[in-house]
C-alpha cells in the first residue's frame, strides 16, 4: 500500500538557520502531496501542497518540491523563526477519488534563539 | 468562519467503558474523517462519512464507529476501551473529501484510558 517516509526527530535548530526535513514516498499511481503542521496544543493545518511532478508548493517561507524521479517531497525554509518550533507532518494522497490521505509519523522541529 | 470543533477537549475513562467523541465541521463541508494519534504510530486513518454515508475505513476493530448526522456533525464511538485505545484523537473535515481537497483539522479530544 501506499506509505510516507519522514526523517526521524528531533530536530533542533538555531533561530536563522536553515531547515531541512527528507520525506520519500511509495505509491501505485499519482499522487498528490502535502505538508501539514501541528503546532503545540492544536490540530494540523496544511501548509503546503503539490498535486503533480515538478510542482513546487509554498506557504510562509516554506517550500517543497514534488520529485517523481526521487519519490521525495523534501520540507525547506531558508531562515527559521522561533514560532516554526512544531510537528511538520508529510502525506499523500491517491490521484483521483477519495481516497484518505497517508500521514508520515511526524518530525519535532524545535527553533532555539 | 468558524473551524472545526471537537469536543470534549479532554477525557478520561476507565477500561471496558464506552466513550462518545462530538465534531462539527466547519459550515459548508459535507466530509469528516477522524484519525487517532499516539506517539508510536503516528496519524492513523479511523473512517471517513460523507452525507451520512460512511465512505472509507481504515483498520480497527468494530469496537471503533462512527455516524454523522444531517447537518454534517459526526460523532465516533469507542466501546470495551482498552488502556492501548488512550490517544489523541483529531477529525478533520473537508468540503467533499476528493483526493486533493485540504483537511481542515480540529484541536482533538485527548482520551486518556486507566
Known amino acids: 500500500g501506499d506509505s510516507v517516509t519522514q526523517m526521524e526527530g528531533p530536530v533542533t535548530l538555531s533561530e536563522e538557520a536553515f531547515l531541512t526535513i527528507n520525506c520519500t514516498y511509495t505509491?501505485?499511481?499519482?499522487?498528490?502531496l502535502f505538508w501539514y503542521v501541528q503546532y503545540p496544543g492544536e490540530g494540523l493545518q496544511l501548509l503546503l501542497k503539490?498535486?503533480?511532478?515538478?510542482d513546487k508548493g509554498s506557504n510562509k517561507g516554506f517550500e517543497a518540491t514534488y520529485r517523481k524521479e526521487t519519490t521525495s517531497f523534501h520540507l525547506e525554509k531558508g531562515s527559521v523563526q522561533v514560532s516554526d518550533s512544531a510537528v511538520y507532518f508529510c502525506?499523500?494522497?491517491?490521484?483521483?477519488?477519495?481516497?484518505?490521505?497517508?500521514f508520515g509519523k511526524g518530525t519535532r522541529l524545535s527553533v532555539i534563539a | 468562519k468558524a473551524g472545526v470543533t471537537q469536543t470534549p477537549r479532554y477525557l478520561i475513562k476507565t477500561r471496558g467503558q464506552q466513550v462518545t467523541l462530538s465534531c462539527s465541521p466547519i459550515?459548508?463541508?459535507?466530509?469528516v474523517s477522524w484519525y487517532q494519534q499516539t506517539p508510536g504510530q503516528g496519524l492513523q486513518f479511523l473512517f471517513e462519512?460523507?452525507?451520512?454515508?460512511?465512505?472509507n475505513k481504515g483498520n480497527f476493530p468494530g469496537r471503533f464507529s462512527g455516524r454523522q448526522f444531517s447537518n454534517s456533525r459526526s460523532e465516533m464511538n469507542v466501546s470495551t476501551l482498552e488502556l492501548g485505545d488512550s490517544a489523541l484523537y483529531l477529525c478533520?473535515?473537508?468540503?467533499?473529501?476528493?483526493?486533493?481537497?485540504?483537511?481542515?483539522f480540529g484541536n482533538g479530544t485527548r482520551l486518556t484510558v486507566t
Open positions: 478533520a473535515s473537508s468540503i467533499d473529501g476528493v483526493y486533493n481537497s485540504p483537511l481542515h
Open positions: 505509491a501505485t499511481g499519482y499522487p498528490s
Open positions: 503539490a498535486t503533480k511532478a515538478d
Open positions: 502525506a499523500l494522497s491517491e490521484g483521483s477519488g477519495n481516497t484518505p490521505l497517508v
Open positions: 459550515s459548508g463541508h459535507r466530509s
Open positions: 462519512y460523507f452525507s451520512e454515508t460512511q465512505r
